[in-house]
Nanobody, 125 residues
Framework: QVQLVESGGGSVQAGGSLRLSCAPS????????ISWFRQVSGKEREGIAA????????YYADSVKGRFTISQDRFKNTVYLQMNSLKPEDTAMYYC??????????????????WGQGTQVTVSS
């Protein structure tokens, strides 16, 4: 089983930036697609960005396109989510998740096999 550890959440004012990190531990073909999801209490988990690790292909939800960037550092075995121009509506718990392949699976949370514990992002107006 792949373990995922997120970090980098916090509180920021609108217009600010944060960078989240996701560090999967252990090799598994189940972690070839790494995605970021977010969830507000009482709402469904929303897929916002994903990366196919080998090809580098990326996917974004319309709600974050142009503001968020997903990237990877192969040497550090870490996937990042750079979040710029943050808005109060970006406030949520952010999760890192892994599955075998992004195409056909992202952005449905049910298709992802392994999850991190989440990191809170709060954006104040």
């Amino acid at each position: 089983q792949v373990q995922l550890v997120e970090s980098g959440g916090g509180s920021v004012q609108a217009g600010g930036s944060l960078r989240l990190s996701c560090a999967p531990s252990g090799y598994s073909s189940r972690r070839n697609c790494i995605s970021w999801f977010r969830q507000v209490s009482g709402k469904e988990r929303e897929g916002i960005a994903a990366m196919q690790i080998i090809s580098g292909g990326v996917y974004y939800a319309d709600s974050v396109k142009g503001r968020f960037t997903i990237s990877q550092d192969r040497f550090k075995n870490t996937v990042y989510l750079q979040m710029n121009s943050l808005k109060p509506e970006d406030t949520a718990m952010y999760y890192c998740a892994a599955t075998t392949v992004c195409a056909g699976r992202w952005p449905l949370a049910a298709n992802f096999d392994d999850w991190g514990q989440g990191t809170q992002v709060t954006v104040s107006s």
